[in-house]
Structures are given as C-alpha cells and as structure tokens.
C-alpha cells in the first residue's frame, strides 16, 4: 500500500493553502484595479457631464436676463410691458427670484422698477445709489458693455443663509416713451444659485457625484460659492460651508476640478465622487465576492485536504497496525511448537504452520502407517458428525502427542477442519510419575508397617552380637589355650590363628550394617512421613563425609585406584538430619564408584563454602559412562534405573533428591556419555540466614 510522508502531505496542503490565498488575493487586485480605474474614467466623465449640465444652466439664467434687456433696449418695447414681461420669465425659468431695472444713477435717478417671485432679498425702499457692493458692479458692465455677475449671501425666513446669484446687464439704448434722463441703466437678475445647481444636476441623478463650486479672487484666492450633496449619501450633520470647506476638500480620496466662464468670472467646479457611487458598467463589489469566493473555495479545499490527510492517516495507523498484528500473528503462528493445519475433507492443506506439509499424509512416514489411518478416519468423523474429536499416539519410544479435530463452519456448514498436533510427552511423563508416586507412596505405607517386623529380628542381631563381642576375649582365651594344648586345628574350614585375627572385625563389620539396617528402615518411615523440625539440627559435615568414606572403603576399593576426598579444615556446619545426610551422599558416591569402567577412573568428592557463605556446596565427580539427556531428565524419578540386569531398583536417587527437597537445597546434573557426571549439592548452613536471591 502507498502512503504519503505527514511531511510531505502537510507541505502539499500548505503549499495548496498559498497558492489559493495568493491567486484570490491577485483576482481581487485585478479586479479591483480593473474596476478602480474604470470607476475613475466613467466619474471623469459623469464629473465633466455635470459641471457641463451645471454651466449650462448658469448660461441659461444669465441669457434670460439678456433677453429681457434685449427687449427691454428694443425701441417698440413700453415701459409698462417690463412687469408682464418679467411674470412670463417668472414661470418659465427656474431658480430666478428678482428682475431688477435701475434706468439712471445720479442725484436725479428715476425709481428702480422691480418685480419678485414671492420675496426680495432687497428692501422695499433699497437704494440702490449707495449699495457699495453693487454700485462697482454697476459701473463695470456699464463701463465696459459687457454682463457681469456676482454671489451675495441672503438669510432665508428660516434663518438659513443661501447664495443668491446676480447677473447685471447693461442697457446701452433707452426704450420708447422714455426721457432723455432715463435711457441709460441696467438690469439686474437675482437668482437661488442652490436652485440653479440642483435643477442642472437633478436630471443627471442618482449617480453619486457631489459638487463644490469655488470663485477665484483677483489675487487667486478661492472663495466658497455653493455645495450639492449626491442624494445617495447621507447629508451630514455639519454641511459644506464658507468655514469648512477646505478641511471637507481636503479628506476627499479624488476631486476632478474645471474651470467654467460664468459671465466675465471664472468658477472653479470641484467634482467629488460619494462612496455609493453607480456606474452602469460594473458591479463595484464583485472583487470582494471573487477574493471571497477563492478564500472560501481555498478554505474548503484546505479542509477536505485536511480530512482527507487525516482519514488516510488514519487508514495508514490502522493499516500498520493490521499488518504488524499480521505479522505477529504469522511468526507466532509459524514459530509454534506444535503442528497446526487446517485441511479439506479430502485431506489437502488450506493452510499450515509448517510449509513442507502439502497433504495430511506428509506428517507421516511408512513406520506411521496405522496412524495415518487414524488421522484420515478422524477427518471422516468430524466432517460427518460435525463433532470435535481427539486421539493420542507414542510417535517414538520417548515421545507422545495429541490430535485435535476442530470444525470450521461457514454459514453452518463445514467449510475445512483445524488439525492441532501437540506434544504432551512430559503431561504423560507427569502421569506416569504420578502412577508412580502413588506406588511410591504405597511402598511408604508398606515400609512404614514392615519397619515393626524389620526391627525385631534387627534388634536381636545387635543383641547377640553385642554379647558375643563382650565374650570373644573369653573364648579367644580358651581357643589359643586348646591350640596349645592340642595344636593346629580349623574353626570351620579356617586355621585358628587366622580366625582368632578375623572374627573380631566380622563381628564389628555385622554391628555396623545392623546400625545401617536401622538407618534405612528410619528413612523409609521418614520418606512415609514427614520428618518433625526438631529431627533437623546442627550438622557436622566435614565429619559426616568422612565417616561415610570410612564405611564405604570396601566398595571404594572395589571400584577405583583414585578415590579423592578436598574438602577445607574449616568447612561451615549445615541444617539437617545426619542420617539423611549419610544416605544422601552415600548414593551419590556410591553410584559415582558403580558408573566407572576400570580401576584407573577417578572418583573426587569436593566441599566449600558459597562465596555469600549462606551455603555448602559438595560435588560428586567421576568419569564414568555418563547420562543422555533423556536419562538426566528420568535420573531422580522413582524407579527409574540403568542398572537393571544388576539388580538396581531406581530408589536411590529419588530418595537423594527427596532428601535434598527436605533439607532446603539444591541439587543439578551435568553429565556427557562416555566423559562422566558431576553431581552438585547445596545445602544451607547452620544457623538458616535468608537468601538475599
């Protein structure tokens, strides 16, 4: 299975994350820009559209007022016709509020005659002579025949001040019916400049362009004339004014200026896009939806990548953990001491942990011949029956094992069957030592009864023996007078000088064994029963083993020329019962002598002190015949014996072994054929310590 490095998956995640960031971040800059600029040109040209719609309606107001003068200079035209006239132009044109006609100037000027919408920003009686703010206005069209304007600032009823334009025309001829002294003069016009501004513009609307119109001074100083605010935009809550609006200006992010002839003054119209400015060619918020939409389809996309690493993490975890559970699996499967296999009704291996195995028959030789029988008849059973089934079978003289049928089922019925091979050597080794044991413990209970009818004839040997040990000088005495007396002769077969020399040790050698009979019989109860603590006490080994070798001198003899006991002056008591301990080594060192094939093979018995010094460690050696493993294994079993066309009956070790076990010790075998065996005893010194193991 391909897996990708969290590395590396993490770098292609990040790297996707960048690269969606960065192309959305450009397709909104683009866009942006894109729209940005095309917003700029298309307000250029709503700005000049507007400032163009706004000079045309200053033109118009000021052609209105010429128009009048024109038939105002007309000579057909009556004096009494201004009014009816200056009524006609009140309906028609927009944002005009006051027609003004001032014939003369001088001491002996001629009244104004005025006509007004609904209200003049003049007073009734205004003399119009000594206005200083419009007399140099007066003068200049006159003096200069041209139309001149200017802006005055009027309160309306309401308090709030307006910027009232005024346009001045000069009359140059004086009209019919009118004298001498009244045929000069001019005629004023007063129009609402916020009127003429939202009437030039209101066709044009709603756009998003704001205006700012401005007057240049001779010194080129501007001076603040009007203001319109888009009708898309809030009005604020302080307005554009004379005191403003150069801070106002100021803040604007784009302002396109145009210079516009008003008359014989030039204006300055500052065009100003609002913030909800609407184009018809664009959709001024589509490069935030695009950034937008690309972050969000990068997010998603991170996300699902991010999902995804994490499900293939997952699998992957889950995937090495299957495969290491497999493998496991395999090798303990593999490595499994017994045979496991699962076949067909026909005997053929589906599967098996030993690859040589093809076909049930391959488990056997031709010398298993009846068990291959037994196996295939079993197969039959349990794929008949449905039942499980076993059997056991010695597959060498040394070996047993057990078979287990087991039936796999697949939707109930049995699809192949599971064949189990185990050793169970040792489990029938175990039960034959127990069958053993309870002979054993039977042989306990005899020995145990025996013991009464043993000792008694033992006791009278011990008695008699003792009484003729007592009179042997006696009759030693009479003997060597009769030889005396009457000469040379034989006590049974034996000349008497050499039977007066014998008969002292036989009877001490019958005293000795009488006493060893004793000891065994003791043991064979205490094997019967378990010995009392206060049997157990402070033991001499170092004279133990060497009372032992003394009465083993004969058998010693018998058996070997090297014969070698190393044992230290000072070698530490042991815990235990001395005649236990004399049997214990008695076997062993008798064995040792019994298992040599000439006279030249040694035989050692060492002793010393444990390097804790909380044991005593003796060992047996010689080179003997030596043990097999499988002899090893059976040495300390009851009955178990090599020696049985000499007559051994497989006691002695066992008994070594128990005597071992009740002593608190240890015993171990090393043992080659043909290169001998040594025997290893530990036992615990006197006072018992703890073993710090």
Excluded: C
């Excluded at 028609?92 to 002996?108: D, M, N, S, T, Y």
């Excluded at 007066?500 to 065994?520: A, F, H, Q, V």
């Excluded at 008994?655 to 010790?665: K, P």
């Amino acid at each position: 299975m391909y897996s990708i490095g969290p590395a590396t998956m993490h770098r292609t995640i990040l790297g996707i994350a960048v690269l969606g960031v960065i192309l959305s971040l450009l397709a909104f800059t683009a866009l942006h820009t894109q729209l940005a600029n095309h917003s700029r040109l298309e307000f250029h040209w709503l700005a000049k559209d507007r400032v163009g719609a706004l000079q045309r309606e200053l033109n118009e107001a000021i052609h209105v007022v010429d128009i009048l003068g024109d038939l105002l200079r007309a000579r057909d035209a009556s004096l009494m016709e201004f009014t009816q006239l200056a009524h006609t132009f009140f309906s028609k044109v927009h944002g005009i509020r006051e027609l003004i006609w001032i014939p003369q100037f001088g001491v002996h000027a001629a009244q104004p005659l005025r006509a007004h919408r609904t209200h003049s920003i003049f007073p009734k009686e205004h003399d119009f002579q000594t206005d200083t703010s419009l007399m140099p206005l007066f003068q200049h069209a006159q003096n200069r025949e041209e139309i001149t304007v200017t802006t005055l600032f009027h309160p309306k009823p309401s308090g709030e001040m307006i910027e009232e334009f005024v346009v001045v025309v000069p009359l140059r001829h004086p009209p019919d019916g009118l004298s001498e002294h009244q045929t000069r003069g001019v005629l004023l016009g007063v129009f609402d400049l916020e009127e003429l501004v939202q009437q030039a513009i209101r066709l044009l609307e709603p756009r998003g362009v704001q205006i700012l119109i401005l007057e240049p001074d001779e010194q080129g100083q501007e001076r603040f004339l009007d203001s319109y605010y888009s009708r898309l935009e809030a009005k604020p809550e302080q307005l554009v004014n004379a005191s403003n609006w150069k801070d106002w200006l100021a803040r604007q992010p784009y302002v396109m200026r145009e210079t516009v002839p008003v008359a014989n003054k030039r204006w300055i119209i500052n065009a100003i896009p609002s913030k909800h400015l609407l184009s018809g060619e664009e959709f001024p918020h589509t490069p935030w939806l695009i950034g937008a939409g690309g972050l969000i389809i990068t997010t998603i996309l991170v996300m699902f990548l991010l999902h995804m690493e994490h499900n293939l993490n997952e699998k992957n975890r889950l995937y090495a953990e299957l495969k290491q559970s497999a493998i496991k699996l395999r090798i303990v499967f593999n490595q499994y001491p017994d045979t496991i296999l699962t076949v067909d009704r026909h005997g053929k291996v589906l599967l098996a942990n030993r690859p040589e195995v093809r076909v049930l028959g391959d488990l056997f030789g031709d010398e298993h011949a009846e068990v291959r029988d037994w196996y295939f008849q079993a197969l039959h059973k349990v794929y008949t029956s449905g039942e499980m089934d076993h059997f056991q079978y010695p597959f060498s003289d040394t070996q047993w094992r057990e078979v287990r049928f087991v039936p796999i089922r697949t939707e109930g019925d049995i699809a192949e069957v599971m064949i189990l091979t185990s050793d169970i050597t040792e489990e029938h080794t175990q039960q034959e030592q127990a069958v053993r044991y309870a002979r054993l413990a039977s042989l306990g209970v005899l020995a145990a009864g025996m013991a009464h009818e043993i000792n008694n004839p033992n006791n009278t040997i011990q008695f008699n023996i003792v009484a003729l040990t007592r009179g042997w000088p006696d009759m030693a005495a009479v003997l060597r007078q009769y030889r005396l007396e009457h000469g040379e002769f034989s006590l049974g077969g034996v000349p008497v000088d050499h039977a007066l020399e014998m008969l002292p040790g036989l009877m001490e050698s019958i005293l000795s064994n009488s006493r060893r009979i004793t000891g065994i019989v003791n043991n064979l109860k205490h094997m019967a029963k378990p010995d009392p603590d206060t049997r157990f006490s402070r033991v001499d080994l170092h004279k133990t083993i060497r009372n032992i070798v003394s009465i083993m001198q004969h058998p010693i003899k018998k058996h070997t020329d090297h014969f070698e006991v190393n044992l230290p002056p000072e070698l530490p008591d042991v815990h235990g019962n001395p005649l236990q301990l004399e049997q214990l080594f008695l076997n062993l060192v008798l064995n040792s002598l019994e298992s040599l094939q000439d006279r030249k093979s040694p035989v050692t018995l060492d002793g010393a002190p444990s390097e804790d010094g909380q044991w005593v460690v003796v060992q047996v050696m010689d080179q003997g015949v030596g043990m097999t493993e499988q002899e090893i294994a059976n040495m300390f079993t009851p009955f178990f014996t090599t020696k049985g066309e000499q007559g051994g009956l497989g006691m002695g070790l066992s008994i070594v072994w128990d005597i071992v076990r009740r002593h608190g010790g240890t015993i171990q075998t090393a043992s080659q054929p043909g290169h001998g065996t040594t025997i290893t005893v530990t036992l615990p010194v006197f006072p018992l310590r703890s073993n710090p193991a």
